[in-house]
């Protein structure tokens, strides 16, 4: 019996040196940082987003936007017979545009893109280096509310005539204000 308690007692001894080692000061409760804990933790720039081991953050224009209906510019809609689009803009600065007009033809517009916060409210500088189904570049101003997107965007070359609108002079500036706001789309976010 002596043996057996003096077993239980180098037992108990033992789990206990084992307990004390694992629980040292060094050690914290908090969670491995991960790009899907909902958290800015790690070396992050925002939540899930950005540092060494997440996707970029989006800022500004990312993301995927759709406009439709009253939501197409008017001068779109005159020109083109557009009756929506999706657009796509990265975070690695390209894009993918999906324009319908009313018979349901799909034109799909590719290229890439810079954008800049231009210091005039909220809103951003964009230019638009499209790649295909022609080669040519547009400028423009753009600004997010929530889910919503206002942008206003004119080819500069090839050289059409046009000039861009800029962010001191509003949306409604393209080409002196001439066009007014038909030139202005408006995009809801999708994702």
């Known amino acids: 019996m002596k043996k057996l308690k003096m077993l239980l007692f180098l037992l108990a001894m033992t789990g206990m040196a084992v307990t004390w080692q694992s629980c040292s000061d060094d050690d914290s409760n908090e969670p491995t ?13 925002g939540v899930d987003c950005g540092g060494t081991d997440c996707p970029a953050c989006e800022v500004g224009i990312h993301g995927k936007w759709q406009s439709s209906g009253d939501n197409v510019a008017p001068l ?17 600065n390209t894009y993918l545009v999906e324009q319908y007009d009313t018979s349901g033809a799909k034109l799909v517009l590719e290229g890439t893109f810079t954008q800049a916060e231009s210091g005039t409210g909220d809103i951003w500088d964009i230019t638009v280096e ?24 004119v080819q500069t070359a090839p ?32 994702e």
């Open 76 to 92: 779109l809609v005159t020109l083109f017979a557009t009756d929506s689009i999706y657009a796509e803009f990265r975070t690695d």
């Open 33 to 45: 940082p991960t790009c899907e804990d909902g958290i800015q933790n790690g070396d992050e720039e």
């Open 130 to 153: 499209q790649s295909s189904p022609a080669v040519l570049t547009s400028i423009g101003i753009f600004e997010v509310d929530g889910t919503t997107m206002q942008y206003e965007i």
């Open 159 to 190: 050289d059409i005539g046009a000039t861009p609108p800029t962010a001191a002079e509003g949306f409604g500036s393209s080409s002196g204000g001439i066009l007014g706001t038909t030139n202005v789309q408006t995009y809801e976010k999708i």
